[in-house]
């Protein structure tokens, strides 16, 4: 039943916009970031992921993160973000809005896709601003502890944000946009306690919209949503997709 009342939600919007967290990423065997074996049961995050930190030692910032990426790189786009690529395909998602710098959404086949703490696909010089390639930066780090730009020779910053960075400017704008123009918002695995993505519901209902939460933990939103659906993400998404879209076929 709770895949079915989605659903009807969407086709009863037309459409939506989707709002994914660490919690659509769990299940392709990514670790969230809060639980009791998340990524910061172990580690202190301020020690090698905040803006700070990087400045006072990149290289231990590197040594951690250099570890996390090809973590990332090794996981797949699981049943969930499938579903949401063909449901994009069919018509019923608008776009995606994500916390998460996995690359899945776009791997799983959705095109719209803003990444608002921006994404493992490249590194920037915090000093000129010239991009990299992930690719690049791996083969720096086959060699040496940090990578460095080749223009200016700083050590590069990944780039996603940081504890104590501002989100992308640009980014942020247009999540904003889609989310006060969404009929319907759709919250995957997110606990909305981190802000400013947090305040982006806010943004629908103002916009005369409607919110809805797939979350397997209780979300502050909880109480003003439409509907509200505990249970897995992927398995949700799939049933949902099976009934929108190849159920329309």
């Not at 301020?46 to 790189?73: H, M």
């Not at 080749?150 to 889609?178: N, T, W």
């Not at 519901?201 to 505990?230: C, I, K, M, S, Y």
Request: charged fraction near 20%; proline fraction near 6%.
């Amino acid at each position: 039943m709770s895949a079915d009342a989605l659903a009807a939600l969407i086709v009863d919007h037309g459409s939506c916009v989707v709002l994914t967290g660490a919690g659509m990423s769990t299940e392709s065997g990514i670790p969230d970031f809060r639980s009791a074996t998340g990524l910061w049961a172990e580690v202190d995050p301020f020690e090698v992921a905040s803006i700070d930190a990087f400045r006072r030692d990149p290289e231990r910032v590197w040594r951690w993160y250099g570890g996390r990426i090809q973590a990332l790189l090794d996981a797949e786009p699981n049943e969930g973000h499938l579903a949401l690529a063909a449901l994009e395909r069919g018509g019923h998602v608008r776009a995606v809005v994500t916390q998460n710098i996995d690359t899945l959404h776009t791997r799983a086949g959705s095109e719209e896709v803003v990444e608002v703490h921006g994404s493992i696909r490249r590194a920037v010089c915090p000093m000129c601003g010239l991009p990299e390639t992930l690719d690049a930066v791996l083969e720096q780090l086959e060699a040496g502890p940090v990578p460095h730009c080749r223009s200016c020779g700083a050590v590069l910053k990944p780039d996603v944000v940081m504890f104590g960075e501002l989100l992308p400017a640009a980014a942020f704008a247009r999540a904003e946009h889609l989310a006060r123009d969404a009929g319907l918002l759709l919250v995957v695995g997110s606990s909305l306690q981190i802000w400013p993505v947090a305040g982006l519901p806010e943004e629908t209902l103002a916009g005369g919209g409607d919110v809805a939460v797939l979350n397997a933990e209780e979300t502050p939103f909880d109480p003003r949503a439409a509907l509200v659906v505990r249970g897995p993400a992927g398995a949700t998404l799939s049933d949902i997709a099976a009934l929108l879209v190849e159920g329309a076929t």
